[in-house]
């Protein structure tokens, strides 16, 4: 779900799914006839597809990021969370690496996001004391990233992260400058194995679903020009290309 709010009103709700796969067991057998790690299947997953995009493990470039932050809490499985290659082609508006202590608590989620011009930048939400990262926590961080060009680089994102046993909710609101809620963005959905029969269901049940996704990108911005909300040119990416939540509090 993602829902405009000014200056002009614009919203829309699509059927999507994403993989939710532990880095642990990706190369432990967990391909079937549907879905390929690293290489091509109908549905895929590649390591240079994250990460530094170079091919290299995705493990090393995550727990260098916590090292970075300081954050060692977090020392047992990551799992990440992202769409797949559908016939070789993906496009991830964002994809969510949660990071787990040895006692499966939640420590920390880094939100790896891309836009449309081929840059990506990584938002990191952790306590500062590195707790637990409870259901009702948010954590609101400064708007680093250029991803749409009709909102202005500035103001500053509430993430809040459900996470049970069956389930996972991802909240991002963007907040403007002034304090005015600008944006809202929610991806839910409903755990189930990666099996091949889900595979095969998840397939043929949103066909081409990477290919929709960046057409379905267009057509909003599309819309966006036909209610002449202002277009805004990409400025230069900020570095660094990772930045952590600037703190975080209880919801209201």
């Not at 091509?40 to 590649?46: A, H, P, R």
């Not at 991830?92 to 787990?100: A, G, L």
């Not at 963007?174 to 990666?194: H, M, Q, V």
């Amino acid at each position: 779900m993602h829902k405009r709010l000014f200056p002009k009103v614009n919203q829309f709700k699509y059927k999507i799914y994403y993989l939710s796969l532990p880095l642990s067991k990706i190369n432990q057998g967990i391909e079937n006839k549907y879905f390929k790690t690293n290489r091509w299947g109908l549905l895929s997953f590649y390591n240079k597809d994250h990460g530094q995009r170079d091919n290299s493990a995705p493990q090393e470039w995550v727990q260098n990021i916590l090292h970075e932050h300081d954050i060692d809490k977090a020392d047992g499985e990551i799992t990440l969370i992202t769409m797949p290659r559908v016939f070789g082609y993906v496009f991830n508006p964002v994809s969510f690496w949660y990071c787990y202590d040895k006692n499966k608590a939640l420590r920390a989620v880094i939100c790896e996001v891309n836009n449309t011009f081929g840059e990506t930048h990584s938002y990191i939400c952790a306590h500062e004391d590195q707790s637990e990262i409870k259901n009702d926590d948010i954590f609101i961080g400064k708007k680093a990233f250029h991803v749409s060009p009709f909102i202005e680089r500035d103001g500053y994102y509430n993430f809040q992260f459900i996470n049970t046993e069956h389930k996972i909710s991802v909240t991002i609101n963007l907040f403007d400058a002034n304090d005015r809620k600008l944006l809202l963005t929610n991806i839910t959905g409903e755990l189930s194995p990666l099996s091949k029969n889900n595979c095969k269901k998840a397939f043929f049940a949103y066909p081409l679903i990477t290919f929709k996704s960046i057409f379905l990108i267009h057509w909003q911005a599309m819309k966006l020009l036909w209610k002449r909300v202002v277009y805004i040119h990409k400025p230069t990416q900020i570095e660094p290309k990772t930045t952590k939540t600037l703190e975080s509090k209880k919801k209201e």
